[in-house]
């Protein structure tokens, strides 16, 4: 066995380093190999992107307390992580506020998360961050880019996988465990369940952001430390501050960042439109900031000035650089396979809708309890019991929440109760039975 049980562990055999392969570089591949580092194992991860830096994804985070724990455990880096929102609230389409409650919440960006973690992990400098000084006790962290993950095998006691770059060259290195991390479309998830496939939704997230002192004052009423919806048939739109440039937290210099969900019919004319991009070429997932066709997103703008409220047209219409995700599911039935020698974690187990602000809590959660399991402070039926119960319940609740919010004409009242259920601390969450079975 790769992983010592949790016996051989109480008996002092479970100490040897391990050799970690992680696919995926992104913040759950991030995740997994701080958590794993800091228990003094060996972590090498493998990101296909042919760049040594992902780029920004322009978006922006709920820190759920998951996120915020893994940043409490392993961020040694002194500076501000999040924007803190105290309101939540809902606006009519004249734009005033029917509905509001008091609630503390922590909004990031991606490219601050990301920033951090390479600097907690191998040492990245960037202008978002010092550089902490290394631990003697953690394990040697390898980031490598260009490395396109095609297949791997079982040899010996762990495991070799193959790799290609983007230049053709092909490769293999060999670690005791290999992690898949690699996102909704994983690679490591279609080797070992090839029926599993990521399905459209039928709808989309158009994103973007607007620097906060160039909004109207009723945007910045608006959206200064609130958390702010507006729903109407067939649309779902929030918008919160998140740290700005360079991870600013400086009042007037955050962004002001906005998810926008719309109805796109699976093969409507609207659909191919909104993801082809400038240069004509059909995306299938994303529409990267940047590369949105100029045309297609005029189109959005008059949409949103005519169904909107004012202070979300104003940033929809202001926003420079918006980017679409096609909103979709993926669940994998299992997270660990060849007894143990492979795990999926994060969004490669479980493709959550963003709906339930859960992606990067999911990713979060899923590196520390493999680190309780793998330094045995759980069983690894407790490990297995937590991870995929959480997978089901929170991918059924971003479905039912999908279906309701895009589908179903509901009162404000019950999308209020929805977004309220999906802000349960995960520790209060119970799951039922059928999310559990193992």
């Not at 990521?198 to 906060?212: P, V």
């Not at 955050?254 to 019919?265: D, G, M, S």
């Amino acid at each position: 066995m790769a992983i010592p049980t949790t016996e051989s562990q109480a008996e002092g055999q479970g100490s040897r380093k391990l050799h970690f392969l992680i696919v995926g570089g992104s913040l759950g591949g991030l995740a997994t190999g701080l958590a794993l580092k800091a228990l003094g194992h060996d972590t090498t991860i493998l990101e296909r992107n042919p760049a040594p830096l992902l780029q920004d994804q322009g978006a922006g985070i709920v820190a759920g307390g998951d996120t915020l724990e893994l940043f409490k455990r392993y961020n040694r880096c002194d500076r501000p992580i999040a924007v803190s929102s105290v309101r939540r609230q809902y606006l009519d389409k004249e734009g005033n506020i029917v509905h509001r409650e008091e609630m503390v919440q922590n909004m990031t960006s991606w490219d601050l998360t990301y920033y951090l973690m390479r600097a907690n992990y191998d040492g990245i400098e960037s202008p978002y961050c010092e550089v902490p000084a290394p631990v003697p006790e953690h394990g040697k962290a390898t980031h490598l880019h260009d490395r396109q993950v095609t297949s791997f095998e079982e040899e010996g006691d762990g495991i070799r996988v193959h790799w290609k770059t983007s230049g053709g060259e092909e490769g293999s290195i060999y670690g005791d465990i290999l992690i898949g991390a690699d996102g909704p479309s994983s690679t490591v998830r279609k080797v070992l369940e090839p029926g599993v496939e990521r399905k459209y939704a039928g709808y989309c997230a158009l994103r973007g952001t607007l620097i906060e002192s160039e909004a109207s004052d009723a945007a910045r009423e608006a959206f200064t430390n609130r958390f702010t919806f507006f729903h109407c048939p067939g649309v779902q739109i929030l918008a919160y501050l998140i740290p700005g440039k360079d991870g600013t937290v400086e009042p007037g210099q955050r962004l002001i960042n906005f998810v926008y969900y719309t109805n796109f019919p699976a093969g409507s004319p609207e659909l191919e439109e909104i993801m082809t991009d400038k240069d004509g070429r059909r995306r299938q997932i994303t529409v990267p900031p940047g590369v949105i066709s100029e045309a297609a997103w005029e189109k959005q703008r008059k949409i949103a000035r005519e169904r909107l409220p004012p202070q979300f047209a104003e940033i929809v219409c202001g926003t420079k650089k918006p980017f679409v995700q096609a909103v979709t599911d993926v669940l994998t039935p299992n997270n660990e396979y060849l007894g143990g020698k492979v795990v999926l974690i994060g969004d490669a187990l479980a493709g959550f809708r963003p709906h339930t602000v859960a992606s990067t809590s999911q990713a979060a959660f899923d590196a520390m309890l493999y680190a309780d399991y793998i330094s045995g402070r759980i069983t690894r039926e407790e490990w297995r019991r937590q991870t995929v119960g959480f997978a089901r319940y929170i991918h059924k609740r971003g479905v039912d929440m999908g279906v309701r919010s895009q589908h179903l004409d509901l009162p404000l009242q019950e999308h209020i109760e929805d977004r309220n259920r999906a802000s349960v601390p995960r520790e209060q969450e119970v799951y039922p039975e059928w999310a559990t079975v193992v």
